[in-house]
């Protein structure tokens, strides 16, 4: 019989560390099998993801065409009650509006015809006005007066029809003169002529000058094409 002596237990060991089993962990898959599997997955990805953009583009197409068709429908409605509307105004109550402003219109029509020749004051002074404005000028008076034949329905080759008297103020005599330069400048009156000038006590000068009114300053209120003179 054989004795079989046996190494003695390292004290600082305990018997716990002394029956414990290593645990050992390797990766022993070859790198083709790894890059496999990586690439399934990320070909999974890319397909989740795109199935996904088209169920999304899938609702927006399916909303788009809900939305065309209640538009559609919304035209049709409102196509329908302009008809039925314009035929109710030839037979219904609505008539006698309807010809009530197919008459105002011809009224209108008629008035530009005849009013087209018409010497608007209004526009004129309002010419006057803004020219002495602009120059600094005080305006004290404007009279305005036709010729006797400017009054008549027969139309005449001259282009005065009247002449407009201008009383103001003004702060020298430059300002004056640049004020009448100004009216002969403009189409409505022409022949600017300074009649009386004369010095105040303050220093400004009042002055009278006359304009005549040329045929360009006919124009009826309800001719569209009126030029404005005024501001």
Known sequence: MTTTALMPVDPTVSPQQAARVLSIRAD???????????????????????LLVVAGLGVWYWQATLDKQTADQE??????????????????????????????????????A????????TNLFNLIRD??????????????GL????????PTNSSEIGTLTITGVAENKKVVADFVNRLGSLELVTNPFVTTVSKQDDGSYTFGLTVTITDKARCGRFTEDCPNGGK
């Open 28 to 50: 022993l898959l070859p790198q083709e099998i790894r890059d496999s599997r990586r690439s399934r997955r990320v070909r999974s990805l890319i397909a989740f993801v795109v």
């Open 75 to 112: 035209y049709e409605q409102m196509f329908q009650t302009l008809t039925k509307t314009r035929a109710d105004q030839k037979t219904s109550e609505l008539k006698t509006l309807v010809e009530y402003q197919d008459g105002g219109k011809l009224l209108n029509a008629e008035l530009a």
């Open 114 to 121: 005849v009013l087209a020749d018409d010497l608007s004051w």
């Open 131 to 144: 020219e002495a404005e602009d120059e600094d000028v005080t305006l004290i008076e404007l009279t305005a």
């Open 147 to 154: 010729a006797a034949d400017s009054n008549s329905s027969t």
